[in-house]
């Protein structure tokens, strides 16, 4: 079976790992272990008091929800529209109640930055582009990366903190000092779990044991972020592969198009993003069009479909988001990466 996520760990990645020269820094750059580290700092850069409000789309990631209440602040759930970007309209309800907007570009889908400025306004923006990698986005305050395992490129685990407006720059190098960096003995259990995830996803062992083994997980996760400097293995690999990135969405939205067609023919909607990070599929019976894709040895999924389950966690009040609670149970999600195999 052919995974929903890209994940790899090559002989020439390991030993980039160990040998590869490491990526080097822009001014207002900041590598972090993940993108949730790079939305915390930028939380905490903007100098909040405690328990200020920031707004996040309710059809999400329950890390960035996380990111929200660690930094010490309350989420504002936004809905979302029926193509997965922010709600504007519920926006101008609900922006008067906030100090501050993380913006999502969820798989890869654009949202129109310049309308969503004129509506908030003075408020600090954070973009979060862990699904839109390829395209520097400087449009927000913030912007926050993820090369993580499934992003563009899956390295591993890492993510960039991109600082695009000077005024917070200063504040968040003070905070970025004081972020720990692995240890070499953290470098040895990170490369081991790469290798040990890369072999559970080759598609023999992962028809056969890891798929299995994810269907027993429960949908409710829970996560406190450790913060920390990314990986200098991570670091090097990602010094080379940023040079693939624009091959890689090319081929990306290849097998988009191609899907889209075969989804166009059976009377499917779909979605594909500016990366084509996932084709999204719009259905009425998600069951039925995954056991299709299944035939055909390809695992698809509903991502993010218990994110009303996270987002009642921190204080999301059923019906506030209806768009976003409808499309949890409408929306499957193709993959598209560029090792794909036809």
Not at 82 to 90: E, H, R, Y
């Amino acid at each position: 079976m052919l995974p929903r996520i890209n994940i790899s760990f090559s002989l020439r990645r390991q030993w980039l790992f160990v040998f590869g020269e490491p990526y080097t820094l822009q001014s207002n750059e900041f590598l972090v272990n993940h993108a949730r580290t790079g939305l915390l700092i930028a939380l905490q850069a903007l100098g909040m008091p405690r328990n200020s409000r920031v707004g996040v789309m309710a059809y999400n990631c329950h890390t960035v929800a996380e990111a929200v209440a660690q930094a010490g602040c309350k989420p504002v759930f936004i809905d979302v529209t029926d193509t997965l970007q922010l709600d504007k309209t519920d926006l101008c309800r609900k922006s008067q109640d906030m100090d501050a907007l993380i913006v999502t570009h969820l798989f890869g889908i654009e949202n129109d930055m310049a309308s969503i400025r004129k509506i908030v306004k003075n408020i600090p923006i954070i973009e979060d582009c862990a699904h839109a990698g390829g395209k520097a986005h400087n449009a927000g305050d913030f912007a926050v990366y993820s090369i993580g395992q499934g992003k563009l490129p899956s390295i591993g685990d890492g993510g960039i903190l991109v600082v695009n407006n000077k005024y917070w720059l200063h504040t968040t190098e003070q905070i970025y000092n004081n972020v720990p960096s692995y240890t070499v003995g953290q470098e040895i259990k990170l490369w081991m779990r790469l290798w040990i995830k890369a072999v559970l996803y080759a598609p023999i062992i992962y028809d056969f044991i890891t798929y299995r083994m994810k269907q027993k997980r429960s949908g409710v996760e829970h996560c406190t972020i450790d913060v920390r400097r990314m990986s200098k293995g991570i670091c090097a690999i990602y010094n080379i592969e940023r040079e693939n990135i624009d091959f890689q969405i090319v081929t990306q939205r290849k097998n988009a198009v191609y899907w889209s067609c075969q989804m166009k023919d059976m009377g499917y909607r779909t979605i594909v993003g500016d990366n084509a990070f996932m084709l999204i599929a719009h259905t009425q019976d998600v069951d039925a069009l995954k056991r299709w894709f299944k035939r055909y040895g390809i695992e698809t999924a509903t991502h993010f479909a218990h994110t009303i389950d996270w987002a009642e966690k921190f204080g999301y009040q059923r019906g506030s988001c209806p768009t976003a609670e409808k499309l949890t149970k409408e929306l499957l999600m193709i993959p598209t990466y560029s090792d794909y195999r036809k």
